[in-house]
């Protein structure tokens, strides 16, 4: 059991009294200290704890080494780290810390050789146990007992041991670290004062967060970095802009007025702000880009790991030493919020490693408001879940303001130099509320006497600077009033005159017959891209089945007349994009052959001796000067993945980004995502994104989870032309909304319902080649069957694979003029041409929606105010598909078809067969 951990992970204050009392306390503690977690660690209670006998004490051979080693693997246990609880356990708490365990005495006549900081020393037990005290039991502490690379762990060591005297900083730096707590302070006190009325997430007791977060910059510069991209969450994040990112404090103040800066804020709260600015430092000028992101705090963490991915993969170099991301979480977020252990899971993935993360947690021992601290988390420390990708966690103490600047300079050097994650367990307090409104002392009354009567990090520092002769009496006083005399010289100068964006038309389409683009590939060209698709090295194996699929291919290349079936419409989107120099980024579940063996993009080697190590991928071998395929297959995970592809759109130019779920109906793990980022990020922040999400859909008799992947929940979404919504019915329109996706101008996400198991079995959706050659996306299509248009009485509107059993009934029914048409894009509505479609039947009096979905899961609700806009005079609107249901779909084959039967039957106003 890690005694000392329990204390400092709920933030208590160790008990001034006898041993026997803390014990005690340990005790109510231990079913947390015995958690799985906590086993691979443990520290055995019978040596700590229990009274010894000093005679049963055996010298061990090289046992004042051994010593050393406990002390970098289990010093941090006792560790001053918490500003709320200075002072250490007594070492027999901790038994690989207690030289007696080893047979060593405290002789001043002994000496014993070891090896410390890349030396060899001989000191005596008493002054050994000073020097490791002070590296490893100080303001700053290492935990690194889980990385299992020995030469990481080598390295870590060297930097601990080569610290000197707690890190003191050089007497310029000193000053600059101390302006930067005063101006953080100064900010703290000047929002209260002057804006009551706005929330104020502070950052007092943590304000040597703003010291973190310049160093990281500043050694990111010095060590070639050209980008940092940053995540971080409201508390501090005003504070964080102005004194660590250097932004304007006249930008800044603008958030608080009625025009705030349209480059840090625009449809969404001030607190949620980013930007993206050139910023100098010592070492010359850096890319700061803080990314936006809601309240859902983690939320961004995915988001930013995918911007980084992108910068890196658009340097020339494609190195991953150029671009940082750097995410800054709460103590109870990072430990509470599952989409950060599946960021961590990612972390070193192929198709999302970012050269590593640099994580640093503003630890204030609270979290949000939890009241109690065994309701916030089950590991010991909130930092442990890192533990799993074997990050080191360096923990230092929020007071120490040298030692946080040598914990961020050792953090930023461990991700630069290993390229992998590392975290920084900030420790400090709050010395207000969750929110200015906030009282917390009706939840943490003893924490908050203890609080007040704990002196500012600004007033230790500075106390300590001018007892060294670094700072004289009253600088930290001017310090403060230099930077309230700013703050207040910019709110006085606020720009009051900023334009307020205007909201877009409502509804305005952003693609469509209003924005046509041109899709067009000539035939002979993707004859062409075909005989290469089909092509593989020689003595290259084929699985029968892929075999047989490119015989096909060929067949179709060589003029003779085959039908396209969807996975080959697909590659030849890819394809045609490829030879004209788009990148492509392809990810997710099972995505080389596809979940339902439709797309082939990854071929193995059938006489391999081992898997994956002969592939074959025949995108990539298209055209000599091609844009560049990445298919990534996705750790099993919607929510962190899909953050990722988004955030990797915001910074891939032109790039087609693509994301398939295995099933349709799982993407609402990342609703979140979706939510916040996908359906409003544009509105909020300004952000374009291209991202599109493959989703299959259809009702087959699969049951919930295999059906239907909530078109209903992505329309209630759209709205000021936000995204695209489409459910193509051929083949050949999903390639030209692929194309079309690439080639718009304004980027938008597109939400594609895509078939599932007709993907290469139901020839009537598939198409010939000309269509792809000479054809266009059509957002509605018209019935190409011959129709008496006087005639019509009633014509039926619907979307997807069910079009294709509406069409087989009328044909059994024989009703030659009940026309059908098909929306193949949801959102934008096109209005127009369903308008027109209508317009031919002058007698119109029955308009059918139709859909396979239950009435609540489907497109009627979102859809029924467009249909009925559209509607002829005299003409009424009719629903025929499902009723309403809790559960999506039903799991028995027997129930769906006779469902579907019914639904069709309905839509065409006949009995079921």
């Not at 630890?363 to 408001?369: A, C, E, W």
């Not at 205007?502 to 590939?521: I, R």
Request: hydrophobic fraction near 40%; charge should be neutral.
């Amino acid at each position: 059991m890690r005694t000392s951990n329990n204390l400092v992970l709920y933030g208590m204050t160790r008990l001034p009294s006898a041993a026997k009392k803390m014990e005690q306390s340990l005790r109510k503690l231990a079913p947390v200290a015995q958690s799985s977690v906590a086993q691979s660690e443990a520290i055995a209670p019978r040596t700590a704890n229990a009274p010894r006998d000093e005679t049963a004490y055996q010298a061990v051979p090289g046992g004042a080494q051994v010593l050393v080693e406990g002390y970098r693997l289990h010093g941090y246990c006792q560790a001053s780290v918490n500003p709320l609880d200075l002072s250490p356990f007594d070492l027999s708490l901790v038994a690989e810390l207690d030289p007696k365990a080893y047979g060593l005495a405290f002789d001043e006549s002994v000496s014993y050789l070891i090896h410390l900081g890349d030396a060899t020393h001989t000191l005596p037990l008493s002054k050994l146990l000073s020097r490791l005290q002070t590296i490893y039991c100080g303001s700053v502490s290492l935990e690194s007992a889980h990385i299992r690379s020995a030469d990481q762990r080598r390295w870590l060591y060297a930097q601990m041991e080569a610290k000197n005297d707690s890190s003191k900083s050089g007497v310029r730096d000193s000053l600059r670290i101390l302006a930067r707590l005063a101006a953080a302070e100064a900010f703290e006190h000047f929002q209260r004062a002057n804006y009551p009325r706005h929330k104020q997430f502070s950052l007092e007791g943590s304000e040597s967060l703003v010291a973190l977060l310049g160093t990281v910059v500043e050694k990111a510069a010095q060590r070639g970095v050209e980008d940092v991209v940053l995540g971080m969450p409201h508390r501090g994040r005003l504070n964080m802009m102005l004194n660590a990112l250097d932004v304007p404090a006249m930008q800044l103040m603008s958030l608080f007025s009625a025009n705030p800066e349209r480059s840090l804020a625009a449809s969404d709260l001030k607190d949620h702000a980013g930007f993206s600015r050139r910023m100098e430092t010592a070492h010359g000028a850096i890319r700061i880009l803080l990314a936006h992101n809601p309240s859902h705090l983690e939320s961004v963490s995915p988001v930013v790991c995918g911007m980084a991915r992108a910068l890196q993969d658009r340097k020339v170099d494609g190195s991953s030493k150029k671009v940082m991301p750097v995410l800054i979480h709460g103590d109870a977020s990072f430990s509470g919020q599952g989409i950060v252990t599946e960021t961590l899971n990612l972390s070193q993935t192929r198709g999302y490693g970012v050269g590593g993360t640099l994580h640093l947690i503003l630890n204030n021992q609270i979290g949000s408001t939890v009241s109690h601290p065994r309701d916030s988390r089950s590991t010991l420390y909130g930092a442990d879940i890192a533990r799993a990708v074997d990050a080191p966690i360096v923990h230092v103490n929020a007071d120490d303001p040298d030692a946080v600047v040598f914990a961020a300079k050792l953090a930023t050097d461990y991700r630069m130099k290993f390229g992998a994650d590392i975290v920084v367990d900030h420790i400090g307090y709050r010395r207000h509320g969750h929110f200015g409104a906030d009282d917390p002392t009706m939840t943490q009354p003893a924490m908050q006497r203890q609080i007040r009567g704990h002196r500012s990090v600004v007033d230790l520092y500075a106390e300590k600077l001018v007892s060294r002769g670094i700072a004289r009496d009253g600088e930290r006083e001017r310090l403060k009033t230099a930077s309230l005399t700013a703050m207040t010289e910019a709110r006085s100068g606020e720009a009051t005159t900023a334009p307020i964006r205007a909201p877009p038309d409502s509804d305005a389409p952003p693609t469509g017959e209003k924005a046509a683009v041109s899709t067009e590939v000539p035939i002979s060209q993707l004859q062409t891209i075909l005989q290469r698709l089909a092509t593989v090295p020689p003595d290259f194996v084929l699985h029968a089945d892929i075999e047989k699929m490119l015989g096909d291919w060929r067949s179709i290349a060589d003029g003779r007349d085959r039908l396209i079936d969807w996975r080959l419409a697909e590659n030849l989107a890819y394809a045609s994009l490829l030879v004209n120099g788009f990148n492509i980024r392809l990810t997710g579940l099972d995505v080389g052959r596809g979940s339902f063996f439709h797309r082939h993009h990854v071929l193995h080697n059938q006489t391999a001796d081992a898997d994956w190590q002969s592939l074959y991928i025949p995108l990539r071998n298209i055209a000599p000067a091609q844009g560049y395929f990445s298919i990534f297959e996705s750790p099993l995970s919607e929510e962190a993945v899909v953050g990722f592809e988004y955030g990797y759109t915001l910074q891939c130019g032109r790039d087609l980004v693509v994301w398939e779920a295995q099933f349709g109906d799982f993407v609402n793990n990342a609703q979140v995502i979706i939510d916040q980022y996908i359906a409003t990020g544009e509105s909020k922040w300004g952000y374009e994104s291209g991202l599109v999400v493959l989703l299959p859909h259809g009702y087959e008799g699969g049951g919930p989870e295999h059906s239907c992947a909530f078109l209903g929940r992505f329309l209630q979404l759209c709205g000021d032309g936000n995204m695209q919504v489409a459910m193509p019915s051929t083949a050949a329109q999903l390639y030209h909304l692929l194309r079309r996706q690439a080639l718009m101008d304004k980027r938008k996400p597109l939400i594609v319902m895509t078939p599932k198991m007709w993907l290469h079995g139901h020839q009537p959706s598939h198409s010939r080649l000309s269509d792809l050659a000479r054809e266009k996306y059509r957002p509605m299509l018209g019935d190409r069957d011959e129709i008496d248009a006087a005639a019509v009485v009633r014509a039926i509107v619907t979307s997807g694979k069910v079009y294709y059993d509406l069409l087989s009934a009328r044909a059994r029914a024989r009703l030659p003029n009940t026309p059908i048409l098909r929306l193949e894009q949801l959102y934008p509505f096109p209005a127009d041409a369903l308008a027109e479609e209508l317009s031919r039947f002058p007698l119109l009096q029955e308009l059918v929606w139709a859909q396979e979905e239950a009435k609540n899961h489907g497109a009627w609700h979102f859809l029924r105010d467009q249909l009925e806009a559209a509607l002829p005079s005299g003409a009424t609107l009719i629903y025929a598909g499902r009723p309403p249901a809790a559960s999506s779909a039903v799991c028995d084959a027997g129930a769906h078809a006779a469902e579907q039967r019914e639904a069709v039957a309905s839509a065409l106003g006949i009995a079921p067969d």
